[in-house]
């Protein structure tokens, strides 16, 4: 059993609980391409069999995010289960629109992100303090779709790695529900756990090539083809996919062969 999975995780588990319980559904091993807190509700991609080696084309794609955030208030984990520790003035609906670019927050207390190899917000539910580090991020798209104060509704386009909780905290509120509903090309509404998509399909946002029975068998070997562009490529014969490849200065090498 080989390929994708997409789930909508609830709320409460963790992404690695939902990994597990897939591990056990289908008796193989998996992965996620890119974790979501235990609060967080939406999109998870899960990775069965040999396609988990696919993980690496997959957690730099754009999230897409749907939250609800109280404004006027900061709390320590930038949701609701935090404690509040300060009372902001509320932004209007352009001044949070014009939260777009390049920015630089901190990483939320409740994150997922590891810190001296534990999760934050397992430090955070026992009281450890923790001096979070900050990331670089890009939000491509902001738009407001309901605003009444000291509440807001906004749908977000980011880069991999962005917390939409430091986004809230930026505001000067902290987020009530976090929702992801897109992952690259991959959508919420198109998830089923037990539909089990095929390793190809995990790679739609990459350029592919078509190989024949000779090529297909000297990338299963790891020899080069000869092709043109730069980054990686999908490597298929037939329905199925052999490998992804490392194309540049005039040549495609075998990187992950997984069939």
Known sequence: MNGLVLVDKPAGPSSFAVVARLRAKYG????????????ATGLLLVLLGRATRLARYLVGLDKRYVTEIRL?????????EGEVVERTPIPTRVEIEALTGDVELPIPAASAVRVGGERAYRLHRRGVEVDMPRRRSTIHDLRVTRYASPFVEVVLRVSS??????????????CRTLRRTAVGPFSVE???EERVLPPLAALVHLPARELDEVEAARVRSGQPLEGEGEGPVALYLGAGLVAVGRAGNGAIRPETVVG
Not at 28 to 39: E, I
Not at 72 to 80: A, N, S, Y
Not at 161 to 174: K, N, Q, S
């Open 28 to 39: 193989t091993k998996a992965g996620h391409a890119g974790t979501l807190d235990p609060l």
């Open 72 to 80: 006027g208030l900061r709390t320590t984990t930038g949701d609701g």
């Open 161 to 174: 790695g962005t917390y939409v909780r430091a986004i809230a905290d930026a505001l000067g509120g902290h």
């Open 190 to 192: 198109d998830a089923d």
